[in-house]
Nanobody, 127 residues
Framework: QVQLVESGGGLVQAGGSLRLSCAAS????????MGWFRQPPGKEREFVAA????????SYADSVKGRFAISRDNAKNTVYLQMNSLKPEDTADYFC????????????????????WGQGTQVTVSS
């Protein structure tokens, strides 16, 4: 089992940047592919970005490509989401998730495939 704690959310103006962090504790962090999802107010949770166990593979939702970047530091047991050029439609609760995966290059973009979730951090982008 792994415990995930997100941080870094807050209020930012459109065009601004934020960096979210997700710290993991418990089992070795490197055995998990990681992902970020978000849930806008009144909407379903949606995929944002994912990264493989080694960080060699990443995947992004079309809505964030070119603006967001996912990365991980296995030595620090942390995954990051750098969010640039933020838009009001990026306003949501952001969650990190861990997927116990045997492949070191695979990523998961499907909500149901993830095994563990953090509690979320709120991001609000004002226009």
């Amino acid at each position: 089992q792994v415990q995930l704690v997100e941080s870094g959310g807050g209020l930012v103006q459109a065009g601004g940047s934020l960096r979210l962090s997700c710290a993991a504790s418990g089992r070795p962090f490197s055995i998990y592919a990681m992902g970020w999802f978000r849930q806008p107010p009144g909407k379903e949770r949606e995929f944002v970005a994912a990264i493989s166990r080694t960080g060699i593979t990443t995947s992004y939702a079309d809505s964030v490509k070119g603006r967001f970047a996912i990365s991980r530091d296995n030595a620090k047991n942390t995954v990051y989401l750098q969010m640039n050029s933020l838009k009001p439609e990026d306003t949501a609760d952001y969650f990190c998730a861990a997927d116990r995966m045997s492949s070191i290059t695979g990523v998961t973009t499907t909500y149901d495939e993830y095994d563990f979730w953090g509690q979320g951090t709120q991001v609000t982008v004002s226009s």
